[in-house]
């Protein structure tokens, strides 16, 4: 099957959003009085990112769900994303089943595919670009942190570097744990939600896609503010739980891959949180507090029991020595 019958079969859908969609040299989108768009994308290596036996289904979820977690940490509501991808060769079963696991998560958030490149390669090579919408002037931006806001994160953290060391097999985790913590990994759930439910309510917000420990400071550099943190605040899934504490806590303070929000907001706005938090099912878990900058820099200090934390955490970074 050649490229322009794997696109027409797998790729092109019936879509109402662009005027001009898959098929031509470019899509046209029309402009929405009132909105601005945002874009975002994002490029998922084999090797790399992640693993050669990855269910096709799991990467083509995996791969729209980072783009749409970026939407969600400006608080924009998702609306078409392009799709680039290299492929070793034309597997029609394998692209049947990145597809479906693409487009099921697509259709819950109306985000609609609307072009792409398709080309071989010599390893499985996925880019997405994904656009959303903003009311006029909106957009929750990293700079926006003020001293006294509280620090706070979404659901749990460490699942996604726990599911990672499962998937390599270097630890051995009950069979519940594991299913757990692998499918946290391999499918991620963007907060669209509650995102938009934040809009109006944080100063500054993130998702974190490299470890609390390594995101954190680009909202504080952002926002030329400080931070404290305390470990023992870090809200930890059933199966972090199950490990033991120091080690649960390194991996929620610099595991990577967990896309929850991090976000921060004035005290007046925890009564409001709480609800946002109780309407949606999702925890919302207050981590530290934001403070001035003392000598000129902005600095991250963790604190364990009240006191600073005698350990190190520092998240995952590309190319760092
Ligand atoms: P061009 O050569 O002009 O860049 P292509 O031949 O690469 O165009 O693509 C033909 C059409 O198919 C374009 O509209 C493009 O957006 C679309 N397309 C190609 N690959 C994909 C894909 N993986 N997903 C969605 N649309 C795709
Ligand atoms: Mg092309």
Known sequence: M???DLINRYFKRPQAIARVGIGDDCAILTPYVGYERCVTTDLLIEGHHFLPDVAP????HKALAVNLSDLAAMGAQP???TLALGLPKADEAWVAEFARGMFALADAHACHLIGGDTTASPIVV?????MGLLPMGGGVLRSGAQPDDDIWVSGTLGDGA???AVQLG???LPADHAAYCVDRVERPRPRIALGLALANVAHSMMDLSDGLAGDLPHILAASRVSARVDVNNLPLSDALRALPLPEAQQLAANGGDDYELLFTAPPGARNRLQFIAQQQSIALTRIGVIESMTDGRPTLQWFENGRPATRSFHGFEHFAA
Do not use: C, M, N, R
Request: a positive charge; proline letters at 0%.
């Open 2 to 4: 050649g490229e322009f």
């Open 57 to 60: 289904a799991a990467l083509g």
């Open 79 to 81: 609306s078409t994303f």
């Open 126 to 130: 996925v880019s997405i670009a994904a």
């Open 162 to 164: 726990l599911g990672l």
């Open 170 to 172: 270097k630890v051995k």
